[in-house]
């Protein structure tokens, strides 16, 4: 079975810059572990960076949120120093979800990273839905929410959706 390891924004403004919190600076370790264990099986990884550009501000989720973040080319737009595995396929998306996972084909996929709240459960719901055989896991403790509450709210969520929480 194809196993495939997503790893969902892990940059820096996401960490410890402009959006961070504690909880995202002590996944790190925990991320950084999935990443090497996958690498090591020679199993599938790929890295999501939300993608905005100069004029974040006047886009909707600019109106909705108006921290400036994750602006292609910057330090905080890049993936935190010491996870991305040369090699892995890196999708930049300029939204929540990625619309295009049709293109893949996954079996068993493994999803970590920021925000669970956010982007973890909007790619993990795209994805069950998508490929509704595939058994789609998230791993609580290698992601963090914007805050813990929005964090285990959204936890509950995707299983509610027959997304496996492990």
Known sequence: MKKTLLVIDM????IDMALGTKEAVEIVPYVKE?????????DEIIFTRDTHFEDYLQT???KHLPVEHCIKGTKG???????YVEGCKIIDKPNFGW???????FE???IVGLCTDICVVSNSLIIKATFPDACVKVNKKCCAGVTVESHEAALK???MCQVEII
Request: aromatic share 12%; charged share 40%; no cysteine.
């Open 99 to 105: 619309p295009h996972w049709e293109n893949e084909h």
């Open 108 to 110: 068993e996929v493994e």
């Open 11 to 14: 940059q820096n403004d996401f």
């Open 157 to 159: 969520t995707m299983e």
């Open 34 to 42: 999935r990443i090497e264990e996958y690498r090591k099986n020679g």
């Open 77 to 83: 737009w890049e993936i935190a120093d010491g996870l």
């Open 60 to 62: 909707t989720e600019g």
